[in-house]
């Protein structure tokens, strides 16, 4: 099992950055692989990038963060990172961050056996 917590959240002025971390604990951690999602209220979660396993470390990203955000991880800390820039105000919701076994990233909610508490970012146009 991993335990996960979230952090870097803010609010931010639409264009502006925000990193995100994913602090993961649990000696199997670097077996697991990791996605960020994202939930606007009113809305179904929906993937916004994943990051294979150490053993590769392929990342994915959703076509409406495609060259604004960096998903990364270190696993010699533990942790898993998301750089958002160029915010927009439609990039506004909670995050979370899963990890699922195994060593492909899934873009389903229901594939991630575990998550953090969500952290909020918010973007003004």
């Known amino acids: 099992q991993v335990q996960l917590a979230e952090s870097g959240g803010g609010l931010v002025q639409a264009g502006g950055s925000l990193r995100l971390s994913c602090a993961a604990s649990?000696?199997?951690?670097?077996?697991?692989?990791m996605g960020w999602f994202r939930q606007a209220p009113g809305k179904e979660r929906e993937f916004v990038a994943g990051?294979?396993?150490?053993?590769?470390?392929?990342?994915y990203y959703a076509d409406s963060v495609k060259g604004r955000f960096t998903i990364s991880r270190d696993n010699t800390q533990s942790a898993v990172y998301l750089q958002m820039n160029r915010l927009e105000p439609e990039d506004t919701a909670t995050y979370y961050c899963?990890?699922?076994?195994?060593?492909?990233?899934?873009?389903?909610?229901?594939?991630?056996?575990?998550w953090g508490q969500g952290t909020q970012v918010t973007v003004s146009s």
């Open positions: 899963g990890a699922k076994s195994g060593v492909r990233v899934s873009t389903s909610s229901d594939d991630y056996t575990n």
């Open positions: 990051i294979g396993d150490w053993n590769g470390g392929r990342t």
């Open positions: 649990g000696r199997t951690y670097s077996r697991y692989a």
